[in-house]
């Protein structure tokens, strides 16, 4: 019977469903090895199912495991919901885990972030920046409570809404024979070198739908996984780029690069996800919903006053 599952169980559980592992599951849970291992064969035992697949010393979660994270998930915020409802008097607690993908996480994040400490008084939030697809698997798999990123998202486990507009450029060395131009058109861009990000970023999306596809001819010169490696590759005339206005524009007053003037429309959403599953805790609907509030140009601009 599951009558007997205790919250230990379930905190070994997601630890498990992170780590993969027992051994980095115990040192994540501060258990010995066997103390994890005791409870994950009670847990299963408890509940007649096995919950993960073992795979050459790696723990997979299996469907049944699947079924059980989200209840997991939402038991253990609801147990930290009730220790805490009394003692700081309904002040929010507990740690928020955020994921953003490259341009959002270092281009705006730290300012909304800011503001949000500033608003609720809270201070206990971790931050992964890396590309929309890391960041999916990552909420996917519970391991973060919220992502911001850029890229278009087709996922059937994670709601997704607008949140911001971004607008993008396409960028060249000074010594670039485009950069002469006070207007370039599609047929200009044939038999050019692109410097674009890795597969899963949302940069490289916009890209590959709406600039490549107007181009017959075009190879990549280059892929790098950050925006300041492509924005150093521009500006050694390695390629042109199409990134962020945000990420580009030091580099732009700075004029290490030179904007390309396209007749295209170069703006993208910006979109907040959650698991469709996940238990919102009143610190995730209050940050929520101050994203979905916050005035993003309006914090940049003074930010950079």
């Not at 907040?272 to 005035?295: A, G, R």
Request: aromatic letters at 6%; one cysteine or more.
């Amino acid at each position: 019977m599951a009558s007997n599952v205790t919250l230990k169980q379930l905190k070994v559980f997601t630890a498990l469903t992170q780590q993969e592992t027992l051994t980095e599951a115990a040192k994540k849970l501060f258990l010995s090895k066997a103390a994890v291992s005791l409870s994950l064969g009670e847990l299963e035992k408890q509940l007649g199912h096995v919950l993960f697949d073992r795979v050459n010393n790696r723990l997979v979660l299996n469907q049944e495991g699947k079924r059980l994270l989200p209840l997991a998930d939402e038991l253990l915020h609801r147990s930290e919901d009730i220790q805490h409802m009394f003692t700081f008097d309904q002040a929010l607690h507990g740690q928020l885990k955020i994921g953003a993908s490259d341009t959002v996480g270092n281009q705006v994040v730290p300012y909304l972030l800011r503001d949000f400490r500033q608003h609720s008084q809270h201070q206990q939030q971790s931050l992964l920046i890396s590309n929309t697809s890391l960041i999916c698997d990552k909420l996917t798999d519970y391991e973060l409570d919220l992502g911001l990123v850029e890229g278009k998202v087709q996922s059937d486990q994670l709601l997704m809404q607008p949140w911001n507009q971004d607008e993008m450029c396409i960028i060249c060395a000074p010594s670039h024979p485009l950069a002469k131009q006070d207007t370039v058109l599609a047929r200009d861009f044939e038999n050019t070198q692109w410097l674009l990000r890795e597969a899963g970023s949302g940069t490289r999306e916009f890209f590959l739908r709406t600039v490549a596809p107007r181009i017959e001819i075009w190879t990549e010169s280059f892929q790098l996984n950050t925006t300041e490696a492509i924005i150093n590759a521009t500006s050694a005339n390695l390629g042109l780029a199409c990134l962020s206005r945000l990420a580009a524009q030091s580099a732009l007053e700075n004029s290490r690069v030179v904007e390309l003037k396209v007749p295209l429309d170069m703006t993208r959403r910006f979109w907040l996800l959650v698991h469709k599953e996940k238990y919102q805790s009143p610190l995730l609907k209050t940050f929520m919903q101050f994203c979905t509030d916050w005035k993003m140009l309006e914090s940049l601009k003074s930010s950079a006053k």
